[in-house]
C-alpha cells in the first residue's frame, strides 16, 4: 500500500483555507492559488443563485507532493475542466450570484465523485497511468477526502445553508467543460444540458439554446443526468430537492477569451428569463433520485461518507 508524505501532528497539520471575495477575481483563470486558497468562493451578489465549478484548477497541493505525471497531461481535460472557471466568474458577475470554485486538480481528488469509488481518485484517466495515485493506503485516501474534499462541499452547503436561514430557496447551477474528442470519436455538442426529473431549469434554458441554430445542443448530452450526474448536484440539489441546472461546455470552444465571454454571454441570456420567474425559487414536489438509491447525509458509511 502506498502511503503519501508522513501525516504532521494536530498542531502542525497546515489547513485549507477558503478565499472568499466580494467580486470577479481578476488575472489569468489557470493562475494556481496557494494551499490556503484552495477554494475559492466569489460573491458577486446576493441573488439567491449559486454557481459551482467543481474542477476549476489543476493545483496539486504541497501536501501530496508530484502526481507522477508531466505538467503537459497535468493541464489536459484530465487535470481539470479547462475554460469552465473562467465562464464560471463571467456569469457571476452578469448574474449577480455567488460562486464557488475548486482549485485541487481532479486528479488529486475528483469532487463530483462519490469518496473511495474507482474514479474518485483515479489510477489511471483517459489512457494516462497516475503513479502517485496507485495502490493509496486507506490512510492516504481518508487525508485526501478530509483535505481536499470535504472543505469544498462544506463551504457549499453553507452557502446553501445561509440562503435557506434567510427563508430563499437558492437555485444551483454547476459548470463543467468537456473534451471535444474521447476514447476515438468527435463529441459534436457545443453546449450540453443535464437534468433528471427537475426540468423547471432545464427545460426552458433547452428551449432557448435550441433557437441557436448555429450551435449542436446536447440534452442530457455528451453525458446524461439520467443516468450518473455525478457528486456534487446528486448531494446538494437533487437529494434535497432544489431548482438546478447542469452545463457540460465543450472544451475548444472556450480557448480564447472571446470564446468564453460568447458563452458566458449565451448561458447568461438562456438563464435570466428563468431566474425571473419567482415559482422557480421553491421546493420541487418530484422525485429526481436515481433508482438505485440517494445520498441521504453526510453521516452515511461506506462508499459515500467522507470519512466512515
Given at each position: 500500500m502506498r502511503d503519501e508524505k508522513q501525516d504532521p501532528g494536530p498542531c502542525d497539520r497546515p489547513s485549507v483555507g477558503v478565499a472568499v471575495s466580494n467580486r470577479a477575481v481578476?488575472?489569468?483563470?489557470?493562475?494556481?492559488?496557494?494551499d490556503a486558497h484552495l477554494v475559492e468562493i466569489v460573491e458577486?451578489?446576493?441573488?439567491?443563485?449559486?454557481?459551482?465549478c467543481d474542477h476549476a484548477g489543476y493545483v496539486v497541493p504541497e501536501a501530496i507532493g508530484e502526481l507522477g505525471i508531466s505538467r503537459v497531461n497535468l493541464m489536459r481535460h484530465i487535470g481539470w475542466d479547462i475554460g469552465a472557471a473562467a465562464v464560471t466568474r463571467e456569469l457571476a458577475t452578469r448574474?449577480?450570484?455567488t460562486a464557488l470554485f475548486n482549485h485541487v486538480s481532479r486528479l488529486v481528488i475528483d469532487v463530483n465523485r462519490r469518496p473511495r469509488t474507482m474514479t474518485s481518485i483515479p489510477p489511471i484517466s483517459d489512457g494516462c497511468v497516475i503513479p502517485s495515485?496507485?495502490?493509496?493506503?486507506?490512510?492516504?485516501?481518508?487525508?485526501?477526502?478530509?483535505?481536499?474534499?470535504?472543505?469544498?462541499?462544506?463551504?457549499?452547503?453553507?452557502?446553501?445553508?445561509?440562503?435557506?436561514?434567510?427563508?430563499?430557496?437558492?437555485?444551483?447551477?454547476?459548470?463543467?467543460?468537456?473534451t471535444p474528442h474521447l476514447d476515438g470519436e468527435d463529441r459534436p455538442w457545443h453546449v450540453g444540458v443535464l437534468w433528471r426529473g427537475d426540468r423547471r431549469l432545464a427545460g426552458p434554458v433547452l428551449e432557448r439554446l435550441h433557437a441557436e441554430r448555429d450551435l449542436v445542443i446536447g440534452d442530457n448530452q455528451p453525458y446524461s443526468g439520467q443516468r450518473e450526474f455525478g457528486f456534487t448536484v446528486t448531494f446538494h440539489a437533487q437529494r434535497?430537492?432544489?431548482?438546478?441546472?447542469?452545463?457540460?461546455?465543450?472544451q475548444d470552444e472556450l480557448a480564447t477569451p472571446a470564446g468564453v465571454a460568447r458563452y458566458a454571454r449565451l448561458l447568461g441570456d438562456c438563464l435570466e428569463p428563468a431566474l425571473a420567474e419567482p415559482t422557480l425559487y421553491s421546493i420541487f414536489d418530484g422525485d429526481n433520485l436515481p433508482t438505485t438509491g440517494g445520498l441521504r447525509a453526510w453521516r452515511h458509511a461506506g462508499h459515500i461518507s467522507p470519512l466512515g
Open positions: 481578476t488575472g489569468s483563470p489557470e493562475a494556481a492559488p496557494h458577486a451578489g446576493r441573488r439567491p443563485v449559486i454557481l459551482l448574474l449577480e450570484a495515485n496507485q495502490h493509496l493506503s486507506k490512510a492516504a485516501v481518508d487525508r485526501r477526502i478530509r483535505d481536499y474534499f470535504l472543505p469544498y462541499h462544506k463551504a457549499v452547503a453553507r452557502r446553501i445553508a445561509a440562503f435557506r436561514r434567510q427563508g430563499q430557496i437558492p437555485v444551483l447551477i454547476a459548470v463543467h467543460s468537456f434535497t430537492r432544489l431548482p438546478h441546472i447542469m452545463f457540460e461546455l465543450r
